[in-house]
Nanobody, 124 residues
Framework: QVQLVESGGGLVQAGGSLRLSCAAS????????MGWFRQAPGKERDFVAV????????IYASSVKGRFTASRDDANNTVYLQMNSLKPEDTAIYYC?????????????????WGQGTQVTVSS
């Protein structure tokens, strides 16, 4: 089992920044990749970014590339999502997830464990 706890959401004006954190515990040694997804009201959960649990390989959705950065703190088993130049359309609940099998991580079906989600609201 892997437990994921997210933090860092909030309300920010357009153009501002937020950093989300996702702390992993439990069988972290078995994690292959960690992803970020988001879900706006009435919409499906969309891929945002993925980072390998070992190594620095990342993939980003085109809508956030160049504005969001995923990173990892191995000592604390924590992944981060630094979000800059935020736009109102970035408003959503953001989820982190852990995938245990070797996958690209761009689909929600590639994940085994999910965090509780954290609200990000960007005002115009």
């Amino acid at each position: 089992q892997v437990q994921l706890v997210e933090s860092g959401g909030g309300l920010v004006q357009a153009g501002g920044s937020l950093r989300l954190s996702c702390a992993a515990s439990g069988r972290t040694f078995s994690i292959d990749h960690m992803g970020w997804f988001r879900q706006a009201p009435g919409k499906e959960r969309d891929f945002v970014a993925v980072i390998r649990w070992s190594g620095d390989s990342t993939i980003y959705a085109s809508s956030v590339k160049g504005r969001f950065t995923a990173s990892r703190d191995d000592a604390n088993n924590t992944v981060y999502l630094q979000m800059n130049s935020l736009k109102p359309e970035d408003t959503a609940i953001y989820y982190c997830a852990a995938g245990m099998l070797l996958r690209s991580g761009v689909l929600s079906s590639m994940y085994d464990y999910w965090g509780q989600g954290t609200q990000v609201t960007v005002s115009s």
